[in-house]
């Protein structure tokens, strides 16, 4: 169907690859063209998880076990995209899963997931769907940001964690720059609101030249 070649580039959101399709065509992609991505069955998958070595579902899961007074779990993954964090969760975790909702900006990114990773999640939104009533009934106690946690800004954190009530979990991961601005401002915010449980560096993947990137994961509660 298609064959990942070429792999450029040693810095996130600067990194390409070139695509071999069926017919011979090639293509030139950016790692985070999603849109351009979600286009061929698993191809994310065997580019990040696969060929780049993604850790940071096993990172979360990580994350998961230092939970020790909850069984159920209520999950809404907050950048879905294809799915990959609630395959994961559900299928090589030993958490126990009650619901799992996701949501993403991309609608091809829930086209993707319905392709490429049915039945997995409970309910799937467009963020345009987004309301913090309607997701208020859903009765969460743990909201994920994974794929789009360096990509948000604090107001997209404080629009979602609106919807947490009391001893409620927050999973996420940062690039591991002290420095980064975004970076500052969310750990400065989540700080003032929330009760940081547990935090770690890790290996997130490796880079396209081989070299590997970390990030910080983070455990926090309402």
């Not at 690859?17 to 069955?41: H, R, S, V």
């Not at 309910?123 to 309607?134: A, K």
């Not at 400065?188 to 081989?210: A, G, Q, S």
């Amino acid at each position: 169907m298609y064959t990942i070649k070429k792999l450029y580039g040693f810095q996130q959101g600067q990194e390409f690859f070139q695509l071999e399709l069926e017919d011979g065509q090639t293509k030139i992609i950016n790692i985070w063209d999603y849109t351009a991505l979600y286009q061929y069955p698993k191809l994310y998958e065997k580019l990040i998880v696969e060929q780049l070595e993604c850790n940071v579902y096993s990172a979360f899961e990580t994350l998961f076990s230092q939970v020790k007074n909850t069984k159920q779990w209520r999950i809404l993954d907050v950048a879905c995209g294809s799915g990959l964090m609630g395959k994961y969760l559900k299928k090589r975790s030993s958490i126990e899963i009650e619901l799992l909702v996701g949501i993403d900006i991309l609608p091809a990114a829930l086209t993707a997931l319905k392709r490429d990773n049915p039945h997995i999640y409970d309910q799937t939104y467009l963020v345009e769907q987004y309301n913090s009533d309607r997701f208020k009934k859903y009765e969460f106690n743990c909201i994920i940001f994974s794929a789009a946690a360096n990509h948000l800004d604090i107001h997209d954190y404080q629009n979602y964690l609106q919807i947490l009530s009391k001893n409620a979990y927050i999973l996420f991961n940062l690039t591991n720059h002290s420095e980064d601005k975004r970076r500052v401002k969310i750990l400065r915010w989540m700080n003032e609101n929330f009760k940081l449980c547990f935090n770690m560096t890790y290996t997130h993947r490796k880079l396209m030249n081989n070299s590997s990137v970390e990030h910080e994961v983070f455990l926090y509660r309402s």
